[in-house]
């Protein structure tokens, strides 16, 4: 996925993952075989303005991006133990 997403910004395409994917409809929805796992779903395309997004998200889409601090999900010798 992290390749694929480099070679799309080279293209200026632009890749969303996607969490929640319903993949027994998608399975169905487009005939995949049984012995085929999807394994992530994501959206691909050229970047939109944010002003066509309905409410909430064009003002969430301009919003500063604010990162979790590492100490919150970097855990050392066991879980939720940032030292």
């Known amino acids: 996925m992290s390749q694929f997403t480099l070679q ?3 293209h200026d395409l632009y890749i969303h993952q996607a969490g929640g994917v319903l993949l027994d409809d998608i399975k169905t929805q487009y005939d995949v075989p049984d012995d085929v796992d999807i394994i992530c779903g994501f959206a691909l395309g050229y970047q939109g303005e944010a002003d ?7 003002e969430r ?12 999900f970097v855990f050392t010798n066991s879980f939720n133990k940032a030292k």
Request: charged share 35%.
């Open 52 to 58: 066509i997004l309905p409410e909430p998200y064009n």
């Open 61 to 72: 889409e301009l919003q500063e991006r604010v990162r979790n601090p590492i100490e919150e």
């Open 8 to 10: 799309a910004l080279e």
